[in-house]
């Protein structure tokens, strides 16, 4: 999909891949991740939180 926001979630509601237009969409959301530590994010995006 191009041209439109997409991300893809677990049954957890964990945000495991977007697209740039989904993180600008939900900017908010990807914020609350935390620091990285060289291996990825702290903590997932979570629609729950």
């Known amino acids: 999909m191009t041209g439109v926001p997409a991300f893809v979630q677990d049954g957890r509601l964990d945000v495991l891949a977007a697209n740039a237009f989904a993180r600008a969409l939900y ?5 609350q991740t935390g620091p990285s530590d060289g291996r990825g994010p ?3 995006p979570n629609h729950a939180r």
């Open 27 to 31: 900017a908010d959301l990807f914020e």
């Open 42 to 44: 702290a903590r997932l």
